[in-house]
């Protein structure tokens, strides 16, 4: 069983910064960014493999940057600039190993003044 967990989520105003991780009891192959803002669904935001390529939602483009810890193979960022009120959610970690997924228990973002 692999365990994932995120972390580095917290409240922060518009135009603010927070650096989520998220952090993995085996080496990163691939792992996708996704949240559930309040009342919607749960949508992708951003995905990082083990070769460094990245993906993300338009809406997120050019705010947002995944990448991994260069020291660490089970740990990924995701540093998230210019905040914007409709980035408030719920932020999980998707880890990808032997052709399963594992969910970390998410981590809150709230954007407000």
């Known amino acids: 069983q692999v365990q994932v967990e995120e972390s580095g989520g917290g409240l922060a105003q518009p135009g603010g910064s927070l650096r989520l991780s998220c952090t993995a009891s085996?080496?990163?192959?691939?792992m996708g960014w996704y949240r559930q803002p309040p009342g919607k669904q749960r949508e992708s935001v951003s995905s990082?493999?083990?070769?460094?390529?990245?993906?993300y939602r338009e809406s997120v483009k050019g705010r947002f940057t995944a990448s991994r810890d260069k020291g660490d193979e089970n740990t990924v960022y995701l540093q998230m600039n210019n905040l914007k009120s409709e980035d408030t959610a719920i932020y999980y970690c998707?880890?990808?190993?032997?052709?399963?997924?594992?969910w970390g228990p998410g981590t809150q973002v709230t954007v407000s003044s």
């Open positions: 990082i493999n083990n070769y460094g390529s990245t993906s």
């Open positions: 085996v080496s990163l192959f691939a």
């Open positions: 998707k880890w990808i190993w032997g052709g399963r997924d594992y």
